[in-house]
């Protein structure tokens, strides 16, 4: 009866009560797919002494919500897998605590995606000779109790993973009895049993022949406690997101005796554990790993991981985020790293709020990094950066890189950056506000096409060594590029390119000591589209001369000028306000002081009518 219904996704109903099955030896797949069958009628009275294969009888009936299996003799049987998987509408099982499974080998995916059972009583299986139970009650999302698990003979078993996969409504697992000492995989054993509390048992697994071990406690989030005290991670390959989500656990015990000498991947690994204060990994060999992208990230409460100092990081190739948002982390000693395979630190200490050194920085080989964008974003109690040996010439994205270092006074070795082939320097330096003179003079330009923010909100900022040889010629953003420079008194622009610029909203806003800005008048403004608060709130300047601007693109040149409060001199010859937001664009200028020139009768309109 091998697949004999198999795909008839009309049937709704079956009546099979005439149906003499003793001499039947293969049923699997015989219902696989009926996924409009409701019911069965005679199936209670099957005759299956002979089967030896059930594997997928019922896969995706997903209308059936009840089978009576009373019946069942199962005594021979060798294969389950997948036996009610994607019965997802199954709410009961009549007769399953009746299985013989003495002869079964393979429970893979046996309940797998029985979405609306809520228990299983499995206190009669014997499962001693089963060797795959990989997926068994895998996104069974209703399911609070299985009776009879802490019975269940594993000594077979060799692959557990996604065992408890999505068990989302569990809350207790007694896996006391279990033998894994044979197992080899445990991947995403447990991964997102969210009401999952105590795991019993867990400190006896002998974890001896596991390679894999990816997301096994991953989004386990109500556990607070874990005794992998027992855990022989010795043959692990695989560690990625291994705690990943773990936001209420506090302690890991047993973590400081792990063997990771064949681990290749910790991406991951504590991520978003945010109730974690201390880390003790002095016993981690790291010598194998290629990612630790992500490691820590989201670990809101840790303080300390001891013995990072001794990472040997030498294949490793992936540290993005590493430490991003690592918010009570204040010192990390990297000295021992070794980065020279490394392309991306994008994010690898973003948002360490409290970090206030990082040793071993000025030895970072950074000869092949692409990305830099966020690196040090938001690290605000900063002071000092020592990056005298940070080869840039590979780095194509600096974006956001000292973002928010609002204590960063100095950085050593920016004046030696090789930029060549930077394309994005948006908010590069934007809100470091105790930054007081930056040395750009090396800093090439030529391919950058983002300079939004990138100055902006440095707040001390008194000058910009290098910015007149700034090559500017496909840069297409300035919005905002010096908004809030508050000591800034003189720009000198005169070799701007910005003939491909199509944003200079905000550009010089908040700028409140500008008195010059030379070059001004060279600009070309051919393609710009948005001028809105260029110069807003300049109560410093006197003089601007912006007859050769073409604005014939501008869409919005709203509160350009507001609060020019001592603009004695204001040329707007040849300005084309079509179809361009206007509004409050010379709010608060003093009329009486300022020579306003314009042959635009409706800016002149608006000039005089402007408060």
């Known amino acids: 009866m091998y697949s004999m219904f198999q795909l008839c996704t009309e049937l709704e109903y079956l009546d099979l009560s005439n149906f003499n099955t003793s001499n039947v030896i293969f049923i699997e797949q015989m219902f696989d797919n009926c996924v409009k069958l409701k019911e069965i009628k005679g199936i209670n009275y099957f005759n299956t002494q002979h089967v030896v294969n059930m594997e997928q009888l019922f896969f995706s009936c997903s209308n059936l919500e009840y089978l009576d299996l009373s019946n069942f003799n199962t005594s021979i049987v060798m294969n389950m ?84 996969g999505f068990c989302s409504e569990l809350e207790y697992l007694d896996l006391s009895n279990f033998d894994t000492s044979n197992v080899t995989g445990m991947a995403c054993m447990f991964i997102q049993c969210c009401k999952l509390k105590e795991i019993k048992g867990l400190n006896l697994f002998n974890t001896k022949k596991v390679e ?50 064949k681990v290749e991947d910790m991406s991951g690994m504590f991520s978003s554990c945010s109730e974690l204060e201390y880390l003790d990994l002095s016993s981690f060999n790291t010598l194998n790993v290629r990612t630790m992208n992500s490691m ?99 780095v194509i994205n600096m974006k956001l890189m000292f973002s928010r270092c609002n204590k960063l006074k100095e950085i050593k070795g920016l004046n030696n950056f090789n930029t060549a082939k930077v394309r994005n320097m948006l908010g590069l330096f934007q809100s470091c506000s105790e930054l007081e003179i930056l040395d750009l003079s090396n800093f090439d330009t030529s391919n950058v096409d983002n300079m939004s923010a990138m100055f902006s909100e440095c707040k001390k900022l008194l000058d910009i060594i290098g910015l007149y040889n700034f090559n500017t010629s496909k840069v297409k953003n300035m919005s905002g590029m010096f908004q809030s420079c508050f000591e800034l008194e003189y720009l000198d622009l005169s070799n701007f390119d910005t003939s491909n610029v199509v944003n200079m909203m905000s550009m010089f806003s908040f700028c409140f000591k500008l008195k010059e800005i030379d070059g001004i008048h060279n600009f070309n403004t051919n393609k710009i589209e948005n001028m809105s608060g260029m110069f807003q709130l300049c109560t410093e300047l006197e003089y601007l001369d912006l007859s050769n601007f073409n604005t014939s693109n501008a869409r919005n040149m709203s509160y350009m000028f507001n609060r020019c409060d001592k603009i004695k001199y204001l040329n707007l010859n040849n300005f084309i306000t079509i179809n361009c937001d206007t509004n409050y664009m010379f709010l608060f200028i003093n009329k009486s002081e300022c020579l306003f020139i314009t042959n635009n009768e409706n800016l002149l309109k608006l000039y005089n009518s402007s408060e």
């Open 81 to 164: 897998k997948g036996m009610f998987a994607r019965c997802n509408k199954l709410k009961k099982i009549k007769g399953l605590n009746n299985f013989n499974t003495a002869c079964v080998e393979d429970m893979y995916g046996m309940f797998e995606s029985c979405s609306e059972l809520e228990y299983l009583d499995l206190s009669n299986f014997d499962t001693s000779n089963v060797v795959h139970m990989e997926e068994m009650f895998f996104e069974c999302n209703k399911l609070k109790q299985i009776k009879g698990l802490n019975n269940f003979n594993t000594t077979n078993v060799e692959d557990m993973s996604d065992l408890f």
């Open 212 to 261: 894999h071990m990816e997301g096994i406690f991953n989004l386990c989030t109500k556990l607070e406690y874990l005794d992998l005290s027992n855990f022989d991670t010795s043959n692990v390959v695989h560690m990625g997101e291994m705690f990943y989500e773990c936001n209420k656990l506090k302690q890991i015990k047993g973590l400081n005796n792990f063997n990771t000498t």
């Open 296 to 394: 820590f990230n989201k670990c809101f409460k840790l303080k300390q991981i001891k013995g990072i100092q001794n990472f040997c990081t030498a294949n490793l190739e992936d540290i993005i985020a590493m430490f991003q948002s690592c918010f009570e982390l204040n010192y990390l000693d990297l000295s021992n790293f070794y980065t020279s395979n490394i392309t991306n630190m994008s994010y690898i200490f973003n948002q360490c709020k409290k970090l206030k050194e990082i040793k071993g920085l000025n030895n970072f080989d950074t000869s092949k990094v692409e990305d830099m964008s966020d690196m040090f974003e938001s690290c605000s109690e900063l002071e000092y950066l020592d990056l005298s040996n940070f080869d840039t010439s590979n």
